[in-house]
């Protein structure tokens, strides 16, 4: 059987399968065939499961045929143990069929993490630039436990239609009448419920959405939450999650009418088709026509047919929600990085110039260049093409979630212009990555060097960096080739010393989740440190310093020069603190280099320059102003 948890190579790996993203039904014929063996092992399972419903009422007709009405003892005994047999069999592959189905959800479940996660590192920054964090998040969980749901179900109706005709084949045998009313109860209960399942199906995909979009502000008011504690905005924001969560119980509670109206018609059918079965079995008996053991019998399939047509809603309802589920994950999963490979690729010159095109910006190897702009999103798009990052400004999230009034074709209609905006939005990624990129390293462009390798080299460390749930060792060596002396190092440049000793277990002590626990500095100083143990060639610093004190960044500042004497270091950033120490300061104004020098040169001779540093220096700390709101 297929192990747990379930090897998933795609996007990451050349030549690996991937799901096909064509359409949402082929997307949930992909998770079918990742089951592997797991689908037939329980179909076959569930068959054996039903094997005592199946013979068990036409061994208990015999029984009373040949048996007890006619005072055979040894036939009574015969059946009875033949039932019994029937009924431990049935028993044991019971606990087997349900002992793989579970799996077969945990399959399915886990394996849509695995597949998001890996499309998640595969687009990189791209993801968020396109997709809601919730959307991500609702199809990694919820949209995972819907195709498990569907797993599960599938093999139980394929042994219960089997079942299901196998017991009409029995009871057209017993009485052709009284077959014909069991061939035609399961697809006259398909027929009446099938109007129902359409507005269902709608009032699924407005929940499914509307519950993403909780996701995604639930996650945003999670990550703020310090910040709106210290300008008082909790009221504000949980009273916009407390609406978006009443809308979302509104399309529950929409969708769960029409699931009990789908739920009551098959009670209501069921109900009508044992009452008509025993009816007219009662009938032939008066008439002779059956046998008291046939009419028990038949009373027998009577009944336990009525869970194969519940099965067949509960597929229904089921293929309807991971139809809607696939959809989002289709919108997720089809998503293509921007990013090919060069065709005649180049390793990146070591210790040579860099030159940015679009400012005019040169980065001398080997020394310690600090950027610095009156507008800050100059000189972070400036370390975003440093890095190999498409520019911010291209961010147009296309959102899943359509306007309620839309219905039939102008739904349609809007589903193809969003499906449009998102292929051009992709189109227009993948022409700015496969055009030269426009910072060149000793004369080449940096285009030509494959991406992977790049990012090895050159290392972004942006002003909101994210720090995962496991160790202080994993937090700050991610990729395991530190030693501990250079973790050490690191810390100590970061001025993390007390990180150490705020994590109970040291090295091995556990860090939540974004740091929670850590304060705004204490994070911003760990991520500073993961940086430093990277050791990249060139090293980008993005505000580093932003939410510490002054006596914490002096001290930075001072041994982050000595950390990175003889490396390409680049650091944006207005602090006089971390300035002071620069080999060369460039000043960035309009999207251009207009002055170069150190520190005290500009601020004495460039008044432009003075202003900006000045304004910086009068901004109180961060990390003060933190301790200062915090409860």
Not at 446 to 460: A, D, I, K, N, T
Not at 566 to 582: C, F, I, K, Y
Request: hydrophobic fraction near 45%.
């Amino acid at each position: 059987m297929r192990d747990f948890p379930p090897p998933v190579e795609a996007y990451l790996t050349p030549g690996a399968s991937e799901p096909d993203t064509r359409s949402p039904m082929r997307l949930l014929g992909s998770m079918f065939r990742a089951q592997g063996s797991l689908v037939w092992i329980g179909t076959l399972m569930s068959c054996m499961w039903m094997v005592p419903q199946v013979v068990g009422p036409w061994l208990v007709g015999w029984t009373i045929d040949q048996g007890l009405v006619t005072g055979d003892t040894g036939a009574t005994v015969r059946g009875v143990a033949l039932l019994a047999v029937v009924t431990v069999v049935g028993a044991s592959f019971g606990i087997l069929f349900h002992t793989v189905i579970v799996r077969q959800w945990l399959v399915a479940l886990y394996g849509t993490t695995s597949l998001v996660t890996r499309k998640s590192l595969s687009l990189g920054h791209v993801l968020p630039r396109r997709t809601p964090a919730g959307e991500v998040l609702s199809v990694s969980g919820s949209d995972g436990d819907q195709f498990g749901a569907l797993m599960e179900i599938t093999g139980r109706t394929i042994s219960q239609l089997l079942a299901y005709l196998a017991v009409a084949v029995i009871v057209l045998r017993t009485s052709v009448e009284l077959g014909l009313i069991v061939l035609l109860a399961a697809p006259l209960l398909v027929v009446l419920g099938a109007p129902l399942l359409r507005p269902l199906q709608r009032w699924r995909g407005i929940e499914r959405s509307r519950n993403s979009d909780l996701t995604s502000l639930s996650t945003d008011i999670v990550a703020g939450l310090r910040i709106l504690r210290g300008i008082g905005g909790e009221s504000t924001f949980g009273g916009n999650f407390t609406a978006q969560s009443q809308r979302v119980r509104e399309a529950g509670t929409r969708a769960g009418i029409w699931q009990a109206s789908v739920d009551a018609m098959g009670v209501l059918l069921s109900g009508a088709f044992v009452v008509l079965l025993m009816w007219l079995g009662v009938r032939d008996v008066a008439t002779g026509e059956l046998t008291v053991g046939q009419l028990v019998s038949l009373l027998g399939y009577a009944v336990m047919l009525i869970e194969p047509m519940r099965t067949f809603v509960e597929f229904a309802q089921k293929l309807t929600r991971a139809h809607v589920s696939a959809t989002k994950a289709r919108a997720v999963l089809s998503q293509q990085a921007p990013w090919v490979s060069p065709v005649d690729p180049l390793e990146l010159p070591g210790e040579a110039t860099i030159v940015d095109e679009a400012s005019g910006t040169r980065i001398e190897p080997g020394r310690l260049t600090m950027l610095v702009s009156a507008v800050p999103d100059d000189t972070a798009a400036l370390a975003d093409r440093l890095g190999r990052y498409l520019p911010k400004d291209a961010e147009a999230q296309v959102s899943e979630e359509l306007p309620e009034h839309l219905r039939g074709r102008a739904a349609r209609k809007e589903r193809a212009e969003r499906a449009r905006r998102r292929a051009e939005q992709e189109r227009a990624d993948r022409e700015r990555a496969a055009r030269p990129w426009g910072v060149t390293v000793a004369g080449v462009d940096v285009s030509r060097v494959p991406l992977e390798r790049y990012r090895h080299q050159v290392v972004v460390s942006d002003a909101t960096p994210q720090i995962f749930a496991g160790t202080l060792q994993s937090a700050v060596d991610p990729w395991g080739h530190a030693s501990r002396a250079q973790a050490e190092r690191a810390l100590h440049t970061a001025a993390a010393e007390d990180v150490f000793d705020a994590v109970p277990g040291g090295w091995g002590g556990r860090v939540d989740e974004n740091g929670r626990g850590l304060s705004g500095g204490q994070r911003q100083r760990l991520v500073l440190a993961r940086a430093l143990t990277a050791d990249p060639e060139v090293l980008v610093l993005v505000e580093p310093t932003s939410a510490v004190d002054a006596h914490t960044e002096a001290r930075i500042a001072e041994r982050l020069a000595e950390h990175r004497r003889g490396r390409t270091t680049v650091v944006v950033t207005a602090s006089p603190l971390l300035l002071h120490h620069a080999d060369e300061v460039v000043l960035v104004a309009g999207g251009r280099e207009v002055a170069r020098g150190n520190h005290a040169d500009l601020l004495a001779g460039n008044p432009d320059y003075r202003a900006t540093v000045v304004r910086g220096d009068d901004a109180e700390p961060a990390e003060s102003v933190e301790e200062v709101t915090q409860p």
